[in-house]
C-alpha cells in the first residue's frame, strides 16, 4: 500500500495540470466581414414612359454577391439580381408611368461582407402632353392659385393638378420646371397652358406637344 500512494498522487497531478493547458490553447476568432463597396449606373436618365432603362453597377470585394436593387418614385420597383464572379450585375427595369424616380442598389450580407448601399441615380420619365400657351391681353389679371400673372411669370396652367405642383417639360432637349398656378386649358387634346415666360424657356412656338412627368 505504501508503495502505491505516490503514483496515485503523481496521477492526481499530472491530471489537475492538465487542465490549465488545454485552457491556454489557441483561441479561434470568427474571421471579420470586409465592407462591400457599389457603383451603380443607369444607361439614360431620360425616357419615355413605357420606355426601359439598363441599370447596372459592380460591388467590391468581387465575387458572387446578391444585390437587391429598389426604386423609388410614382411606380416604384424592387429587384433583385445576383453579381458575376468579377462582380458586375446589370438588369433592365421599365418605367411603367411618368414622374421622377430614383433608384439605389443595395448588396445583401453574407459570411464575407457587411451589406453596402449605393449613391441614388435619378431619371425622370415623361409623357407627351398637349399644350398652348396664355399671356398677352391678360398681365395683371389675377390667377386661381394666388398671384397676378405677369410677363416674367413661370408657370403652366392645368385643370386638376393641385395649385404649386411642380411640372418638368421638356421640349427639343430643353427643360423647364415650374409650378401649376392656374385653371385651365379648356381645349380638347391639351394639357397645360404655358406663360410667355415659361414658353420662352422651352422655344416653345405655342401651340404643339411638350413632354411632361405629370
Known amino acids: 500500500m505504501r508503495y502505491l500512494l505516490p503514483a496515485v498522487a503523481v496521477a492526481a497531478a499530472l491530471s489537475v495540470g492538465a487542465v490549465p493547458a488545454a485552457a491556454t490553447g489557441p483561441h479561434h476568432h470568427r474571421a471579420e466581414r470586409l465592407r462591400s463597396h457599389l457603383s451603380l449606373h443607369v444607361s439614360r436618365h431620360t425616357v419615355l414612359r413605357g420606355e426601359a432603362v439598363t441599370i ?52 445583401v450580407h453574407d459570411g464575407r ?28 389679371d389675377g390667377v386661381a392659385c394666388g398671384g397676378t400673372l405677369m410677363p416674367g411669370t413661370l408657370g403652366v396652367a392645368n ?20 409650378p401649376v398656378i392656374d385653371r385651365g386649358p379648356y381645349v380638347a387634346g391639351r394639357d397645360f397652358d404655358l406663360t410667355t415666360a415659361t414658353k420662352e424657356r422651352l422655344r416653345f412656338p405655342g401651340v404643339g406637344t411638350v413632354l411632361s412627368n405629370r
Not at 451589406?115 to 398652348?132: E, V
Not at 385643370?159 to 415650374?178: A, D, F, H, M, S
Open 159 to 178: 385643370k386638376t393638378l393641385p395649385c404649386g405642383t411642380e411640372v418638368k417639360l421638356r421640349y427639343r432637349g430643353r427643360t423647364v420646371t415650374v
Open 56 to 107: 447596372r453597377g459592380r460591388e467590391r470585394p468581387l465575387g458572387r454577391h446578391r444585390v437587391k436593387l429598389v426604386v423609388h418614385g410614382p411606380d416604384g420597383a424592387v429587384l433583385r439580381t445576383r453579381t458575376g464572379t468579377d462582380g458586375r450585375f446589370r438588369a433592365r427595369w421599365t418605367a411603367p408611368g411618368s414622374g421622377n424616380y430614383a433608384v439605389h442598389a443595395f448588396g
Open 113 to 140: 461582407t457587411r451589406a453596402a448601399s449605393s449613391p441614388a441615380r435619378r431619371l425622370t420619365a415623361y409623357r407627351p402632353a398637349g399644350a398652348s400657351y396664355y399671356g398677352p391681353g391678360l398681365y395683371g
